[in-house]
């Protein structure tokens, strides 16, 4: 079992920048890739950005592409989401996900923590 825990999120203006925490505990997450991903209302959960936990290689949606930044802190076992120049249609809830895969597909993700409200601001 694979405990996720966000925080981070909060009320911030287009242009501004927020970090994101994911805090994994319980089973080894070596072979796992970790994921974010978001949801607006009334909107389908979609892809964010994912890490492989071991070899530290990462994708990330078009859409966040070069704004964006996944990384992980090994020691700490925690995967961060640094969001820079924000835009009000990232206002989403923030969602991290632990999976085998990796993907950019939610329902290939087994574990969910429970989402951080991030809201952007014009």
């Known amino acids: 079992q694979v405990q996720l825990v966000e925080s981070g999120g909060g009320l911030v203006q287009a242009g501004g920048s927020l970090r994101l925490s994911c805090a994994a505990s319980g089973r080894t997450l070596s072979s796992y890739a970790m994921g974010w991903f978001r949801q607006a209302p009334g909107k389908e959960r979609e892809f964010v950005a994912t890490i492989r936990w071991s070899s530290g290689r990462t994708h990330y949606a078009d859409s966040v592409k070069g704004r964006f930044t996944i990384s992980r802190d090994n020691a700490k076992n925690t995967v961060y989401l640094q969001m820079n120049s924000l835009k009000p249609e990232d206002t989403a809830v923030y969602y991290c996900?632990?999976?085998?895969?990796?993907?950019?597909?939610?329902?290939?993700?087994?574990?969910w923590g429970q989402g951080t409200q991030v809201t952007v601001s014009s």
């Open positions: 996900a632990a999976g085998d895969l990796g993907t950019t597909v939610p329902a290939s993700y087994e574990y």
